[in-house]
């Protein structure tokens, strides 16, 4: 058994850890607020947009603007891997790489993959491991704005009119509740049309007209969408990060217990020690 300076030296060492995880857990939440009010007031915006988006995609020839809705052969394709700069958030940015690769190696297997990484967990383990990683936009997280992804957004969208990538996905996590972050594998471009079998789309009258709309209306949707899925992204983070460190301050106050409880089992026993030493040497003295 460990001697009593050792247990109380561990007794005052995950004191302070509990400490420290309680505190994280608290910025955690109050951070998961405004991310989760951000997100929550973004998302129907962007769902009615991306279906409209949808919509409009399909009733367009491809000479008034299907650029970004057109398929070809996949040859090239860009992973756009949405972590955290930080850690100490359970799996939430292991899940995404381990998704990510899952992509390389089962549906884009025979294909050419590069990577755009956001967030530094990301951008640090590819580039470490030599996957081909074509930039990484950490920063974003500093100022998280719509303009500063929308710059990030007009970058991707001209790399897949040039034909440098045929097919764009996002990877990353959405934000279900503090405790539930589901990993989404969300196709970007080309954009994909709606294809309703035996039903009318709907007759649209484009005004000014449908090039107009095309150069507005497409863009600001995929701008959107990007940074839909970054708040998303942001807001399952804090809540990932949250729930990691309860658990952690919940392990903590277990491991304490269990200590303090080894702690005066063995100060009992050093008096008990004592005790009968003292009887012992008072009898070898009354004798």
């Known amino acids: 058994m460990a001697n009593l300076k050792e247990i109380r030296s561990r007794i005052t060492s995950v004191g302070s850890t509990m400490q420290i995880t309680s505190a994280m857990k608290m910025v955690s939440a109050a951070k998961l607020k405004r991310a989760q009010d951000a997100i929550t007031q973004m998302r129907p915006y962007a769902n009615k947009l991306t279906e409209l988006l949808e919509n409009l995609s399909a009733s367009l020839d491809a000479d008034d603007g299907g650029t970004y809705s057109k398929e070809r052969a996949i040859k090239n394709v860009l992973l756009v891997t949405i972590t955290s700069n930080r850690g100490l958030c359970g799996g939430f940015n292991s899940y995404i790489i381990k998704s990510a690769k899952a992509?390389?190696?089962?549906?884009?297997?025979?294909?050419?993959?590069?990577?755009?990484?956001?967030?530094?967990?990301?951008?640090?383990?590819?580039?470490?491991?030599?996957?081909?990683v074509v930039s990484?936009?950490?920063?974003?997280?500093?100022?998280?704005?719509?303009?500063?992804?929308?710059?990030?957004?007009e970058d991707i969208m001209q790399q897949?009119?040039?034909?440098?990538?045929d097919k764009?996905?996002?990877?990353?996590?959405?934000?279900?509740?503090?405790?539930?972050?589901?990993?989404?594998?969300?196709?970007?471009?080309?954009?994909q049309t709606t294809s309703n079998e035996g039903e009318q789309i709907g007759d649209y009258?484009?005004?000014?007209?449908?090039?107009?709309?095309?150069?507005?209306?497409?863009?600001?949707?995929?701008?959107?969408?990007?940074?839909?899925?970054?708040?998303?992204?942001?807001?399952?983070?804090?809540?990932?990060?949250?729930?990691a460190m309860?658990?952690?301050?919940?392990?903590?106050?277990e491991l304490?217990?269990?200590?303090?409880?080894?702690?005066?089992?063995?100060r009992q026993a050093a008096i008990t020690g004592e005790i009968l030493e003292i009887v012992g040497g008072a009898e070898a003295l009354n004798g």
Not at 118 to 131: A, L, M, Q, R
Not at 143 to 149: A, K, S
Not at 215 to 235: N, V
């Open 256 to 266: 304490k217990k269990d200590l303090t409880l080894t702690y005066n089992k063995a």
């Open 168 to 191: 764009v996905v996002l990877v990353y996590n959405q934000f279900k509740n503090a405790a539930t972050q589901i990993i989404m594998n969300e196709n970007y471009l080309p954009i």
């Open 103 to 132: 992509l390389m190696n089962d549906e884009f297997e025979n294909v050419n993959v590069e990577v755009l990484s956001i967030g530094k967990k990301s951008s640090e383990h590819f580039t470490k491991n030599d996957f081909n």
């Open 246 to 253: 309860h658990k952690a301050t919940d392990n903590a106050s």
């Open 205 to 243: 009258i484009f005004e000014p007209g449908k090039k107009e709309i095309v150069e507005e209306l497409i863009p600001k949707s995929l701008k959107t969408q990007l940074f839909k899925a970054i708040l998303d992204s942001h807001a399952a983070e804090h809540g990932a990060r949250m729930t």
């Open 136 to 153: 990484t936009h950490d920063a974003l997280f500093n100022d998280l704005t719509f303009e500063n992804v929308s710059n990030v957004a």
């Open 160 to 165: 897949f009119v040039d034909g440098n990538y």
